[in-house]
């Protein structure tokens, strides 16, 4: 096909421009990124996140740009996954696995963030989370005894109470394939997602913590957090984006209205968190697909999964929703599940 020279003149010239704009657009975009890295800097909250290295999972704690890591849990013997800290900053809450394959023990403990206090909660148990007045940890029981890596194959919401040493389980005995529970800072709702189960699909929902109310929140995707005034949640709207949206939690029907991405990127975007302060929110980005076992304490799975060893990083971006992120992790190891400790 011929093109006339003065057709192709514009033609080459409207490359140029669209070259340019996008080179000046990533150009600001990295600049961008650049001064929320040296934000970061300055931040005074630490992050804290699940880490493979050398064979082993531990919890490690740094700041808020990656800097000044420190292993928490140092445990050559058992494999430490999914921190929480409890409100105050003092404890930490996580899951320890033992043995392999499907002779795993996934069990929850807590401890002092010093490393003193370490206390067993509960067996065949996973992904645990704090009360608003960090007195319980709610969590959830394996659906079988035979470990199965798959988050949502779990039986009830339980209930522990730091003080007394007492567990109780949550009133509504049809709550199954639950995971990611998160709990309101009204202390009225469980947030999690639901998958299969229930009558649902796959969805968010808000259960009452004292009551039967199980409400749908309509919304796609998974992995929900609850900013720390509770005005606001976050979760992964799909396999790429991190979405954001008011959540009316003081009512008798909970729901996400004004919703906007937040992070948006060709990678897996998963497990977000939101900073103390409700500034900035943390997330993994890695890989998708299933992964193969690699290494002790390790499992065959969809890359994101608790235990599953993928080349994840931690990475941060603010909440209000620009687009821009920066990674804090940069080692080609599996680093995700993170959460924020406050400032003591």
């Not at 080459?12 to 657009?25: D, E, K, R, S």
């Not at 890591?69 to 050559?76: D, G, S, V």
């Not at 499907?102 to 401890?111: A, V």
Request: glycine share 8%.
């Amino acid at each position: 096909m011929h093109i006339p020279m003065n057709n192709r003149y514009r033609l080459g010239l409207t490359v140029l421009i669209l070259a340019q704009i996008v080179a000046f657009g990533n150009m600001a975009l990295a600049e961008e990124s650049e001064t929320l890295a040296q934000e970061l800097k300055q931040y005074p909250h630490r992050i804290v996140f699940e880490t493979y290295r050398d064979g082993n999972w531990d919890i490690y704690q740094a700041n808020a740009d990656g800097s000044g890591q420190i292993n928490l849990t140092n445990t050559p013997d058992r494999h430490e996954l999914y921190p929480k800290i409890s409100p105050d900053g003092s404890k930490i809450c996580f899951v320890s696995d033992k043995a392999q394959g499907e002779d795993t023990i996934r069990s929850i403990f807590f401890m002092n963030l010093d490393g003193s206090g370490l206390t067993k909660v509960d067996e065949n148990a996973r992904q645990p989370c704090w009360s608003p007045d960090g007195k319980q940890i709610a969590y959830l029981k394996n659906k079988y005894e035979k470990f199965n890596v798959l988050d949502y194959v779990t039986k009830s919401i339980c209930f522990y109470n730091l003080a007394a040493g007492e567990h109780k389980e949550h009133p509504n005995k049809s709550i199954e394939h639950l995971y990611n529970i998160c709990w309101s800072k009204n202390g009225r709702w469980i947030v999690t997602t639901v998958h299969a189960g229930m009558g649902f699909k796959h969805t968010l929902l808000a259960i009452e913590v004292n009551g039967m109310k199980v409400i749908d929140l309509k919304v796609g995707g998974c992995r929900p957090d609850l900013s720390p005034d509770g005005k606001q949640i976050a979760w992964g709207k799909d396999d790429h984006t991190i979405a954001v949206g008011d959540i009316s939690l003081d009512s008798d029907t909970p729901e996400i209205t004004n919703i906007y991405d937040a992070v948006h990127d060709e990678k897996h975007l998963y497990h977000v968190d939101w900073s103390p302060d409700g500034k900035y929110l943390s997330f993994s980005r890695g890989p998708g697909g299933r992964m193969p076992v690699a290494g002790p304490g390790t499992h065959q799975g969809i890359a994101e999964l608790v235990g599953v060893n993928a080349p994840w990083d931690v990475c941060v971006a603010k909440a209000k929703g620009d687009g821009k992120w920066v990674s804090i992790t940069n080692d080609s190891l599996s680093n995700k599940e993170s959460d924020w400790l406050p400032v003591q």
